[in-house]
């Protein structure tokens, strides 16, 4: 009898520890199915954040590349563990793009400007794409400094990245067919655009000759040129 009610009180604390055991699994569980979510949310954010900084600190090396002298360098380094940049010749323009981003970082479908980085969330779905970029094109003319192609894609690392600005200098001004005497030279609408008249005659002229004043277009944009190093 003893060994029966011994076997039998046994068997109950097994069977309680086996329900305790799997109410705290339960319990967990619903914790993570909520929490699980907010964290990864929180990472994205911090992701985004993080890229935002280090698109504010490529800008920022640019321009002290641009608005120095001719010969003028910047070699910034940085990491990059999600997404893709892109910088695009053509455009000169510096894309950031990061895929399955579980928050919408600005209202989707809508471009917001930050700074000098336009930001747009592009709804995907369960997830979003996040697209930050910023538009060099009134202030810089970008070139490829190793070859033709007309884009250069840099992708995610564990390791340090490294890119090269370099101010080429700006072009020489062309001289157009249009003389500038006594009509002035027309306004281009182009903002990095400058057009004015000039004396195209010798120096050594005793009379100015209106005959020799041409209108000149010049972009006032250094050419930067960009790699990766």
């Known amino acids: ?21 799997l109410v705290v699994l339960a319990l967990i569980g619903a ?37 120095g002298a001719q ?8 990491t990059m563990k ?10 000169n323009t510096i894309i950031f793009t990061i895929d399955k981003v579980r928050i919408e970082y600005s209202e989707p479908g809508r471009n917001v400007k930050v700074g000098d980085v336009n930001i747009l969330t592009i709804d995907r779905g369960k997830y979003n794409t996040i697209k930050m970029s910023i538009d060099y094109n009134n202030k810089y003319d970008l070139e ?21 600005f370099k101010n080429y200098g700006k072009d020489a001004a062309i001289q157009s067919s249009t003389q500038c005497n006594p009509d002035p030279c027309v306004e281009d609408t182009i903002l990095y655009t400058r057009i004015y008249c ?17 209108c000149f277009t010049q972009d006032t944009r250094p050419n930067m040129k960009v790699k990766v190093i």
């Open 1 to 21: 009898m003893r060994k029966l009610l011994y076997r039998t009180k046994k068997g109950q604390v097994w069977i309680e520890s086996v329900t305790y055991t």
């Open 31 to 67: 914790v993570l199915f909520f929490v699980k979510p907010k964290l990864e949310e929180m990472q994205d954010k911090a992701v985004i954040d993080q890229t935002y900084d280090m698109l504010n600190y490529l800008d920022q090396n640019m321009n002290d590349a641009g608005q």
């Open 71 to 78: 010969g003028n360098v910047r070699t910034p380094e940085f």
């Open 82 to 91: 999600r997404g893709k940049i892109e910088i695009y010749f053509e455009d």
């Open 144 to 164: 490829n400094d190793v070859g033709t192609e007309d884009k250069i894609t840099i992708t995610k690392a564990s390791t340090l990245q490294k890119l090269s």
């Open 198 to 214: 000039a004396d195209t005659g010798t120096s050594d002229e005793a009379v100015e000759n209106p005959n020799d004043d041409y």
